[in-house]
Structure formats: C-alpha cells, structure tokens
C-alpha cells in the first residue's frame, strides 16, 4: 500500500497510544476489514475497533495529521472501496443498548445491529423501526434514512431518532437534536458519513409487540398473474397496510424453504399494524391470484419482524442496484416480467418492488436530508458474484434497469446506493439537499478526513 512508504513504527505507535482500542493493521489477526458483502475491495491502512467517541476523535485527529481518510464499518452491508490511505473505524465494541420503555426510546451504541435492539424491546411490546433484515447495522441504517417494512406508516425510520452523538470531521465530539446542532441532526439523518461518525443514536420505539404480516410465495409460473394483482391491489392501501413483492430465484443453500430453492419464486411480502382480521380482508385479492406455495402469514410477534423478507445473514459477495420509480403502469409490469420473469434468463437473486408512499410521502415533523419522499415505488436488484453467474450479474442490472428506464425518477435512495461514484451518490438528493450536505461537510470537515466512499463533497 502506498501510505506504507510515509509510515514509520513511530507512527504506528502513535496511533496505538492514541486510543483505547485497537488498532489493526494488514498483517494482524483482527485485520479482517469486510464485513457482509465480500465482494467490495478493502483495503485500508488500518482497521481501528474504537471503543468510545474519543477513539474516533484520535483517529480523525490522526488522519487529519497525516493527510489521510477515515471512514466507518458498521457490518459491511453497505461497504464501498477503501484503499491504503484510509482508516477504517470499527464500532462493533460500541454495543450498549439502553431500553427506556416508559419514554419509549432507546440509546443504541453505533455498533449495534438491528435484532439486538428488537430482542431487548420485545419483553415491553416495543417495536424498533429497523429495515427488512434486523443484522443490518442501526447507525448505518438510520443515516441512510431507512425504509422498514412498517415505511408506510410510519415513514422514514431516521424521521424518530431523536439525539445522535457523533464525531465530526474536524474530530469535534457532538450531540445533535432538533434543537442542538440542528444543522448537523438534518444532514446525518440520509447523509450517511458525511459530516461525521455517529458514534450513539437515541431512538423512538413503536408500541407494536405483533402484526399480521409475513410473506406468501407462488410459483414463477405465476408471476404475472401476481404481479398484476399486485398492481391493482397496491394502488389504494391504506398507510397501516406495508407490502413489497419479489422475484427470486434462490439457491438450494442452508435457511432456504425446499419449495423456493433452484427455482423462480414470486414473496409478496406483508405488514398490516392493524387488527388481525381487516389486515386479512384486505390481503384477499392477493391470496385470490394464484395458488400459493408457502404460507407464512398470520399474526407475528413483532420479534420476527425479519421473517418477513427473510435476508440473507451470511457474508456474501453481492452487487446491488435500486432506483426509484414514478409509478408502475401495468407495461412497467410487462416490461420487468420480460426482462426478470419465468420467460427471462436472469442470474440475478431478487428482484423487488417495494410500496412506498403514505408516511414517507408526508413532510416529517423533523425535517432532514431524506430525498424524494414522493416516489410511489422502489425498484431493488441484488446478485451473488459467485461462478457460474458472476459475469453475467452487473449486465443483467444494467439491463433491468434500462427496460424500466420509462419508469425511473432518477432518483435513489442513499441505502441502496452504496457507491463512491458521485453520480450515484447524488441521485440520492435533490440539488438544494446536495448543496446543504457539501457546505456542511466544509463546515464540519473543512479538511475532508471523511471525504472517502460514500459521501456528500
Ligand atoms: C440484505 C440487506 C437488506 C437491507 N434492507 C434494507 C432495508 O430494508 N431498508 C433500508 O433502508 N436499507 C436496507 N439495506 C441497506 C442498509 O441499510 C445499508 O447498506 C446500510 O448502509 C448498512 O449499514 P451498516 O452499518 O450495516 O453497513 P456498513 O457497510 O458497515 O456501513 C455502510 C455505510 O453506512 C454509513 N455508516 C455506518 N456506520 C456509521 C456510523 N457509525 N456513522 C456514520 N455513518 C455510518 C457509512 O456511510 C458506511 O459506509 C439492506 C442491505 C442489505 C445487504
């Protein structure tokens, strides 16, 4: 690595007497700087497991110094490229949950994964707003906004954090609330890491201990029939109504149903916060489509909120895409079946649709960085980078999302854009948001530490 050449042992040793943690470089066992998908290429200078917020102020102070870049591992579910001239904060040490059932909040340590934070909730009926898969990381997700399964009612899941700590760019240690820092509490709710680390968030729980939900899966064979009424249906639900439906084609591994794998499978997927049995009329239309292949709606202990999409939990290596859509016409059905359904020779795992719009689409008591509440629709592809398909996964993207071009908005959303190419990370925005975020990182890391990866400059 080129940085190597500049650094001494002195250096090295600086770095380690300057925080409590540890400092891993290439050639330590904790090196490791991957995390789920392990197809991204890392390769950082060091991997720091910072165990408090002044670890990542020596860190920055460090970088800083040294003309070098920092940028922070939650899990690696949205991991972009790193090389040898940045250093890569690990927060996994920073693992603290605090339950407040009685204010319904809860204070979570930045290296805290989703399920963590639904497990302590659970015993209080208290329902975490985290995104389809609960091992996803809490201060990667909320950072880029997050869409839940519950994204309809209850909106954006950045829009109830309510304080976040965080070390900025210029290796200050902050709070942040709608009234301290404002500035800052706008642009690290869809910003990502580009005005600081967070190093705690304080979040909002929902009084929600079960919901009618789960998943109903048909065969390929019925993609059309279950697409289309899918459409229709999705045209008119009411906000306590949540839904997204995919088309997989799941390998025979370990975790995966005999009746979805080395198949193509249609998952409408389904969270209802209301009572039981109008959340069961109102689904009737989609249970009328086809024949179902796997059952598994009913009333769910909010727990087991991840059973609705079933995410992988394994490392992966993985390519993903999203896009927002303007709306789903019944050609923009046709045209995604011929290019992802039974007809179609397509290597990519999920194809997904998810139903935005009724919070999301409402102004948030708050205000933050979080764009294009107003597209009715998102658009997700992920593919495995493993033989025999590897190759044939970023074209099938790109062709997914030519066909459907008709229907982009061009926007995205920061959670599925995980780039360091500036066009996409800007589609995340509109213009007056990217100007905002790019005068507050001058502000707040006025000698770009932070500008690595994903990130607003
Ligand atoms: C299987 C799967 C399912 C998903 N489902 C959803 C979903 O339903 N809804 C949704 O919105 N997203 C979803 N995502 C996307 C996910 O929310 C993003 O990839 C998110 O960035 C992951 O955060 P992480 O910390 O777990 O991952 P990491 O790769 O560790 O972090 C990704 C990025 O998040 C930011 N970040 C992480 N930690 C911090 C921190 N402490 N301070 C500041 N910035 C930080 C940084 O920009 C970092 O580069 C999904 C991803 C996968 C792989």
């Known amino acids: 690595m080129s940085t190597d050449r500049r650094f001494d042992q002195a250096d ?15 050639t330590d066992d904790g090196y490791q700087p991957l995390g789920f998908n392990v197809a991204v ?10 165990l408090d917020a002044d670890d990542v102020a020596a860190v920055v102070a460090f970088a800083a110094a040294n003309g070098m870049t920092v ?10 490229p790193i090389d040898g001239h940045t250093l890569l904060v690990r927060t996994s040490a920073l693992d603290t949950v605090e339950l407040d059932p009685a204010a319904r909040t809860a204070r979570v340590g930045a290296g805290v994964r989703w399920q963590t934070v639904i497990d302590a909730a659970a015993p209080h009926g208290l329902a975490p707003l985290c995104g389809s898969a ?5 201060a990667g997700f909320l950072t880029g ?4 399964p519950l994204v309809r009612t209850v909106g954006a899941s950045s829009d109830h954090v309510r304080a976040i700590d965080v070390v900025t760019g210029d290796g200050e240690i902050r709070t942040a609330t709608p009234t301290e820092n404002a500035d800052l509490f706008w642009g690290l709710r869809g910003g990502k890491a580009t005005l600081g680390i967070v190093t705690q968030v304080r979040i909002g729980l929902l009084e929600l201990p079960r919901f009618y939900g789960g998943a109903l899966y048909f065969d390929g064979a ?12 999705t045209q008119d639900l009411p906000a306590e109504a949540n839904t997204s439906i995919a088309l997989l084609r799941l390998p025979a591994l370990p975790g995966v149903p005999p009746q979805l794998a080395g198949r193509l499978t249609v998952a409408v997927r389904y969270v209802h916060t209301g009572p039981a049995d109008e959340a069961a009329a109102l689904f009737a239309p989609i249970r009328a489509a086809a024949e179902p292949i796997l059952d598994g709606l009913g ?3 909010y727990a087991a909120i991840g059973a609705v999409h079933a995410d992988p939990v394994d490392p992966m290596p993985v390519l993903e895409d999203g896009h927002l859509l303007s709306g789903l016409p019944a050609d923009a059905v046709d045209t995604l079946l011929a290019v992802a359904g039974p007809e179609a020779s397509c290597p990519l795992l999920v194809v997904e649709l998810r139903l935005l719009g009724g919070a999301f689409a409402a102004e948030p008591a708050v205000a933050s960085a979080v764009c294009h509440r ?7 592809a992920i593919g495995a980078l493993v033989p025999p398909i590897a190759e044939a996964v970023a074209p099938a993207e790109q062709a997914l999302a030519g066909a459907m071009g008709p229907w982009l908005t061009g926007g995205r959303l920061p959670n599925f854009a995980a780039s360091g190419d500036p066009a996409v990370i800007t589609a995340c925005y509109d213009a007056d948001t990217v100007e905002w975020l790019r005068a507050l990182a001058q502000r707040y890391d006025p000698a770009g530490v932070l500008a690595v990866g994903q990130v607003v400059r």
């Open 41 to 50: 290429s890392r390769r950082p200078w060091a991997v720091i497991d910072v």
């Open 71 to 80: 940028a922070v591992h939650g899990t690696g579910h949205g991991a972009t």
């Open 134 to 138: 609960p091992s996803v990381g809490v």
């Open 299 to 301: 009333v769910l202990p």
């Open 374 to 380: 107003d597209a009715p629709f998102h658009l997700y």
């Open 222 to 233: 019925d993609a059309a029939a279950v697409l289309h009424a899918w459409r229709s249906w």
């Open 12 to 26: 090295i040793a600086a770095l380690r007497a300057a925080v409590r943690g540890t400092v891993h470089r290439p």
């Open 145 to 148: 906004g997050g869409i839940g």
